[in-house]
């Protein structure tokens, strides 16, 4: 079996934990296996770097800090390859330039566009194992790119995608995808196997598990994405494609993200075009928009609301002040401390009535819902943040706990 | 003028650091030069990351350590193009495959074969500043190779070289080249010149400023060297061509090296081939022979005595006591304590009886010369280690202080 095995920041903390890392790397190889292995940089290691940065420049370049932080998986890369020839296991190290991976020049946050595995493939046909950097690429001008915080994932899954791999693992510091965050609901529990579909709703909807974008590769690709430690030897949990057997729950996971404000403009003239004028100096100051609703009003008038990062709040209302000014909107009102909840499960194509059911369920605790959005497979509402830890655990109880089926 | 500026680790040991030399390169390219910067790692990074290879590997890999320890230079020249980008002056950081910088694969102590400079002309004919991560290159693999401790001099040098630079700057946390060692020598006085052949006997002879393999490149091509201070605007030394005016001195400089041991196999049968068998295991241990004496007696056996680095000496001693028992000699010894003074000067072509002089001042002082070596510009002596210090500060004021000219 051809296997990639990522190994995150807690996973390769330290010298001993790279070591530790190299232990597990070796018995995969024991066992028969081709391994082509992808490390993050040591845990603190790209924050220390960033800072640097910070320190240095008031408004740091993209290129430079891409240069900067690479090299934080380029240690890792290296020290991992030592740890294994001193295991006595033969082991190269690899940046993206070399593989390579190429991107686009988004420095920050590139995107993959090729990636060349024939060098992988020759390390592994000599009996040894490839360790590459994560994280990192090369754009078409031979400049150094990084891929977005959690980039590390993505390179895995790519790098497992170009080489056919049977399985990418993804050690990390949970023992894998729990139907919600255990911190805030104790009794949630590990899942055996979640569809891609669902992973892609629950990495967007703030579980920090796995980046966005590896998921999206890993289900292009029909890569079989094993979630687990690296601290124990516990089978986590496999992102896969959908199968039947998992319609018959309808909620796999309860998630939420603190991280979002509310801003309404009031009063929009109900006219082709200003929706657009409303959103465009938005994207412009690169702000990204997650939900909107419109309300059309009797007097030909709208009420647009919408939601964007907690960060960027200021920052937005001062644009769509200007904004309202211009097309005579009444004005902007917003509010810092909501918070979404969502519910997720390909269960909810077949089973109906899981959104009614949703708001009953926190209509009886008296949760007000501000905003309601949904998709095949996943039905968000925007609450008060105070109502945050109630709405997840009182879903995660009816939807979870209570649900006739367990997912296997 | 195009002018290559390279920054040693102290000049580069914090962000403070780092903006400073950044206002140092704006001023330059202020003054209408096109600035080509060479930097190091920051001061104590390298040892940093050589500490965590020894803490992942007991015997680390060459080629995993050169990637690991490139980062430093790495980071350096992302920080400091960050830094003139923060001050408003247009800058590029670029990594020795990118340039590029092609080595062989000596890992570690890789040597330049070849030099591509087209990205850095077209920078600069952009205006811009390119700053470049010394120490390091790439070889015909695409593998990451280093160029040995102080390769960022060489470099510099380098590339003076390839763009016929008018001046390589080299910036250090010293003001120049200094006539002997300050610490040891309190009138010793710095030098405005030296030339590439001098320089090249005191580089090699333990005055620890510029790289050995930089002076050679910058006497090949030419290139105008000027070792000076970041830490002050005063002129340095420059290391250049040899002019007449140089010759009316006799001694430049006296160094010393602290850093030898010397060894005697005795009554080595006198045989063809004999030299060959001493200094073959030698050589393949990799340890490096430095003076050379033989004495042939009388009787058909010689003695034959040479240094090697003082860290060198158990291992060499145990392979010439093999050695010594096959070719039949009568055995090893050796001393410890050693050390080895210089006087440097290409005045002593034309001055006759330097050497004789020497030796006269030494016995004056009661010193025991127990090895000689000369060049054309140089006589080395092996003394006992405990008049370094007599030997090094008689000399300079005999052959310095009291000399007829000075040199300017």
Redo the contacts between chains.
């Keep these: 079996m051809v296997v990639v095995q990522k190994f995150g920041g807690t996973s390769v903390a330290d010298?001993e934990r790279?070591?530790s890392v190299a232990g597990r790397i070796a018995r995969a190889r024991a066992a028969g296996h081709q391994v082509v292995v992808v490390v993050s940089a040591m845990a603190g290691e790209t924050n220390r770097?960033l800072a640097?940065?910070r320190?240095?420049?008031?408004?740091?370049?993209a290129?430079?800090?891409d240069?900067?932080v690479?090299?934080g998986e380029?240690?890792t890369?290296?020290?991992t390859?030592?740890?294994l020839?001193?295991a006595g296991v033969p082991a190269?190290?690899f940046?993206g330039?070399?593989i390579r991976i190429e991107t686009d020049s988004a420095y920050g946050k590139a995107r993959i566009v090729r990636v060349d595995v024939d060098r992988l493939r020759s390390v592994l046909a000599d009996g040894a194992v490839a360790v590459v950097a994560g994280f990192q690429g090369v754009d078409g001008q031979?400049?150094?790119t990084t891929l977005g915080r959690g980039g590390s994932d993505t390179s895995a899954v790519a790098l497992a995608a170009a080489l056919a791999a049977d399985t990418c693992e993804i050690y990390t510091d949970v023992e894998g995808v729990y139907t919600s965050d255990p911190r805030m609901v104790p009794q949630a529990r590990k899942l055996e196997r979640i569809a891609y579909d669902e992973m892609l709703e629950l990495a967007s909807l703030g579980a920090k598990v796995l980046q966005i974008r590896s998921v999206e590769f890993a289900k292009r690709y029909r890569v079989p994405v094993h979630v687990r430690s690296s601290f124990s030897e516990a089978e986590g949990t496999w992102v896969v494609e959908e199968d039947p057997t998992m319609e018959e729950v309808s909620v796999a996971g309860v998630a939420y993200d603190r991280d979002e404000a509310k801003l309404t403009v009031l009063r929009v003239p109900d006219r082709p075009g200003v929706a657009a004028r409303v959103f465009g100096p938005i994207a412009r100051a690169n702000i990204v928009v997650d939900m909107i609703i419109q309300n059309a009003s009797a007097d030909g008038t709208t009420d647009l609301t919408f939601t964007v990062p907690r960060g960027d709040y200021e920052k937005a209302k001062a644009l769509l002040e200007a904004t309202a000014r211009d097309i005579g909107a009444q004005g902007v009102t917003g509010q810092l401390d909501v918070a979404k909840v969502s519910i997720v499960g390909v269960g909810m194509r077949t089973h109906a009535g899981i959104a009614a059911r949703m708001f009953e369920i926190l209509s009886a605790e008296g949760i007000n819902i501000q905003m309601i959005s949904t998709s095949e497979i996943k039905i968000s509402v925007v609450v008060d943040a105070k109502y945050t830890e109630l709405a997840v655990r009182t879903l995660h109880d009816a939807f979870i706990d209570a649900a006739p089926g367990k997912r296997t």
């Design positions: 010298v790279i070591r770097l640097l940065a320190a240095t420049a008031s408004d740091p370049d290129r430079e800090s240069a900067l690479a090299t380029q240690v890369a290296a020290l390859a030592l740890a020839r001193d190269r190290s940046l330039h070399q031979g400049s150094i």
